[in-house]
């Protein structure tokens, strides 16, 4: 079966695009001195751009590709062979979908941080597959090259977890729509713990800004995740995220 390619012009973009990989390696080692991706996308003109601009730290150290792939069978293979720091997909494959593709990395390589490329954001029942997941960072395929990437590295480089903003705007809606009684669920001080969640902070960090004791922040944590039928304080932030709880 053939393959359709898609004529992608990035001439306009190619001198952000050549400054963006150097800041993405810097937060990638600052996070994890053996740092290195895993690449899979359907557009294989979007493959070749990001696999063409290697990725170095300030240092001049290269980023490794552990390997790319445009199919999820592919990409899943070089997750398991290579355990890399963060696979970045689209969710349009040439085989697969990149949602199940993160769904499934997830489950089986917790360790492996993903980012997930979408090119409709109306496609909303796939992002919020992803978000249940644990999809450490969603991005808008039309902000690639405007510093999409690199905000969602730096967030999950922090522990946090990134929505591209108008997605973030689109999810917000739906939820207050269908629930209008979902935002007054949580209280503001749950709501804001989960927004020093959602920002990387550690329990004593969120306890320090808020003016608690650790032990109230781990209190609200637990009753949050008990709510939101969450994993953990990181799944508790992507769940609140998904239903419009916090932005």
């Not at 290195?36 to 557009?43: P, Q």
């Not at 941080?113 to 090119?119: E, F, K, P």
């Not at 209008?180 to 902070?201: F, H, K, W, Y």
């Amino acid at each position: 079966m053939g393959v359709r390619l898609c004529r992608l012009d990035f001439t306009p973009l190619l001198e952000r695009l050549r400054e963006r990989p150097s800041l993405i390696a810097a937060a990638l080692e600052d996070a994890h001195n053996d740092a290195s991706l895993v690449v899979c996308a359907g557009n294989r003109a979007l493959l070749g751009a990001w696999l063409n601009i290697p990725l170095r730290s300030g240092n001049g150290r290269e980023i490794p590709v552990a390997g790319a792939a445009t199919t999820a069978s592919e990409a899943l293979g070089l997750v398991a062979r290579h355990q890399p720091t963060l696979l970045l997909c689209t969710d349009q494959l040439e085989e697969g979908d990149g949602t199940t593709l993160v769904e499934t990395v997830k489950q089986r390589h917790s360790s492996t941080h993903t980012i997930l490329v979408v090119r409709d954001g109306r496609r909303r029942q796939a992002i919020r597959r992803a978000m249940a997941a644990g999809c450490d960072g969603i991005c808008l395929e039309s902000r690639v090259g405007q510093g999409t990437i690199l905000a969602a590295v730096q967030s999950i480089c922090a522990g946090g977890t990134y929505l591209e903003r108008q997605l973030a705007d689109q999810r917000r809606q739906g939820a207050i729509a269908t629930d209008p009684q979902g935002l007054a669920d949580l209280s503001p001080r749950q709501t804001e713990v989960l927004r020093g969640v959602q920002q990387g902070l550690t329990n004593e960090q969120i306890a320090h800004r808020l003016y608690l004791s650790p032990e109230t922040v781990k209190t609200h944590l637990r009753l949050l995740r008990q709510r939101l039928g969450a994993r953990d304080r990181g799944h508790a932030a992507v769940l609140a995220m998904q239903q419009g709880l916090i932005e």
